[in-house]
């Protein structure tokens, strides 16, 4: 059994000014977008995706990722707090975001960005698809930091069961880490390695939602539903009921690309 290392969530604190581990994270995360989306445009100018697009979506991806993410937590999650206390809809230093959230922020940043450019909706979401999953990385890590979202109870002999400082007595599932190597990782690998072809329009965004979805859906069978919601219908956590109609999704539309065999993307 380990113990999680007690990490200062406060990385650097000079006076009243504090920077915290899960917001270098997201530094990190928006860090890789730029490195990743100016190699992918380098290696295959024929994507159309210039070094300004790739400026003007970490530009306006930044926002969608913060405001989509927030306000996803507020009508997912809490909506009923919320609307009880909406002046705290502002308070993010409080925590709360959604991954959900976030990634509908991010299509309306990409929606903005294509039609400045140009640029067809559906190659611009295939360029940007593998670029996502080193900052979901991140974030899980800027999580597993923190001592937050920990897993759910963990069999007593299973080696990396861990106790976490406000998770109870009893070891639990790291789940930040499943969640860092499947939806971070893993998925990485798979989406640029799938990219790294042509493939028809469509088809490696449909590839990163269905990958996604189930990666996410079976990671949250080891972490802890949120204790404000519990497990909803069919014994289902609101991230799995958030997850399968990306999965449904995905399919389609890669069901659709291959169809269509526009091998642009």
């Given at each position: 059994m ?5 990490i ?15 917001g270098?994270?997201?530094?990190v995360?928006?860090?890789l977008?730029f490195?990743?989306?100016?190699l992918?445009?380098r ?7 210039s ?18 993410g927030?306000?996803?937590?507020v ?11 909406p ?15 976030g ?9 903005l960005v ?12 295939d ?9 979901l990385?991140a974030g899980?890590?800027?999580n597993?930091?923190?001592?937050e979202?920990?897993?759910r109870?963990?069999p007593?002999?299973?080696?990396w ?12 599932h ?7 190597a ?15 072809r042509?493939?028809p329009?469509g ?8 990958g ?11 972490r802890?539903p ?22 449904l999704?995905?399919a389609?539309m890669m ?8 091998r642009?993307?």
């Amino acid at each position: 059994m380990l113990i999680h290392p007690k990490i200062d969530p406060v990385a650097i604190a000079i006076g009243p000014i504090a920077v915290r581990w899960y917001g270098l994270m997201y530094l990190v995360a928006f860090g890789l977008f730029f490195f990743l989306g100016r190699l992918r445009a380098r290696r295959a100018p024929w994507r159309g995706v210039s070094y300004e697009v790739i400026d003007d979506m970490l530009f306006w991806g930044v926002l969608g990722v913060i405001l989509g993410g927030r306000l996803g937590y507020v009508l997912f999650y809490k909506f009923s707090y919320y609307a009880a206390h909406p002046m705290e809809v502002l308070s993010v230093w409080q925590g709360g975001m959604s991954f959900h959230g976030g990634f509908l922020g991010v299509l309306v940043a990409i929606g903005l960005v294509a039609r400045k450019h140009g640029l067809q909706f559906l190659r611009l979401t295939d360029f940007i698809a593998p670029l996502i999953p080193c900052g979901l990385a991140a974030g899980r890590m800027g999580n597993f930091i923190n001592g937050e979202l920990w897993g759910r109870l963990a069999p007593a002999d299973l080696p990396w069961g861990m106790l976490f400082r406000d998770g109870g007595p009893l070891p639990r599932h790291p789940s930040q880490l499943y969640q860092f190597a499947l939806e971070g990782l893993l998925l990485f690998v798979i989406i640029w390695l799938y990219s790294r072809r042509q493939r028809p329009t469509g088809a490696v965004s449909g590839a990163f939602l269905a990958g996604y979805g189930v990666l996410r859906f079976v990671a949250e069978y080891f972490r802890e539903p949120d204790d404000f919601l519990g497990l909803l219908a069919w014994n289902l956590s609101m991230g799995q009921w958030l997850s399968a109609p990306m999965v449904l999704a995905g399919a389609a539309m890669m069901a659709w690309a291959t169809a269509s065999k526009a091998r642009v993307a």
